[in-house]
């Protein structure tokens, strides 16, 4: 089955240092997504993003926080200026958009920690 | 707003026993329901999904889940646990529009031997 890829599984950083997290959605795919989960808490929605542009984001989702996909085959978050509490796993997701309610894939998650 | 909530963040049953997961939602349209697994070091993979078609739904590695709008639930089970389950689930809801999901707090499923 195709796969989500997601880079790096780790990443540990600065408070105050900007990160951004990557991903390689399945290549046919048109909707992506980001999800986090911070520990012991739910898997949350971040945003949504087709045809180059987001299309919903949630309260999450502030000024510290952008998506891109520069190049046609990438995903990527970028979170600017890092906090605590913006330790969680974040998970990328796709789906081809074809009909309603289909499958999202997700990747393995980059586990982010701030220090 | 749609919201999904599983009971028992930690579940442990033995090897061969029923597996029974529980999630309940709160939809103010009809809902779509997803069980998603995630194991260890990889991502979430969907078990099982609800559409409206049938209230029962039948997913892979032998799980499956019952739509019971009186009582708002989607419980997972599968009648005989198997080590390989160990794993984490997540019940979600999307409201069909836009495809956003909805996650539970997930329960982790540990088997014993």
Known sequence: EPEVTQTPSHQVTQMGQ??????VPIS???????????????????VSFYNNEISE????????FSVER??????TLKI???????????FCASRAGQIQNEKLFFGSGTQLSVL | AQSVTQLGSHVSVSEGALVLLRCNYSSSVPPYLFWYVQYPNQGLQLLLKYTSAATL???????????????TSFHLTKPSAHMSDAAEYFCAVSDGATN??????????????
Not at chain 1, 18 to 23: A, D, G, M, N, Y
Not at chain 1, 57 to 64: T, W
Not at chain 1, 70 to 75: A, K, L, M, V
Not at chain 2, 57 to 71: L, M, P, R
């Open chain 2, 57 to 71: 739904v039948k997913g892979i590695n032998g799980f499956e889940a019952e739509f019971k709008k009186s009582e």
């Open chain 1, 80 to 90: 600017r200026s890092t906090k605590l509490e913006d330790s969680a796993m974040y």
């Open chain 1, 57 to 64: 984001k949630s309260e999450i989702f502030d000024d510290q």
């Open chain 2, 100 to 113: 956003k999901l909805i996650f539970g707090t997930g329960t982790l499923l540990a088997v014993q031997p």
């Open chain 1, 28 to 46: 046919n795919h048109l909707y992506f997504y980001w999800y986090r989960q911070i520990l012991g808490q739910k898997v949350e929605f971040l």
């Open chain 1, 18 to 23: 900007e990160v951004i997290l990557r991903c």
């Open chain 1, 70 to 75: 520069p190049d046609g085959s990438n995903f």
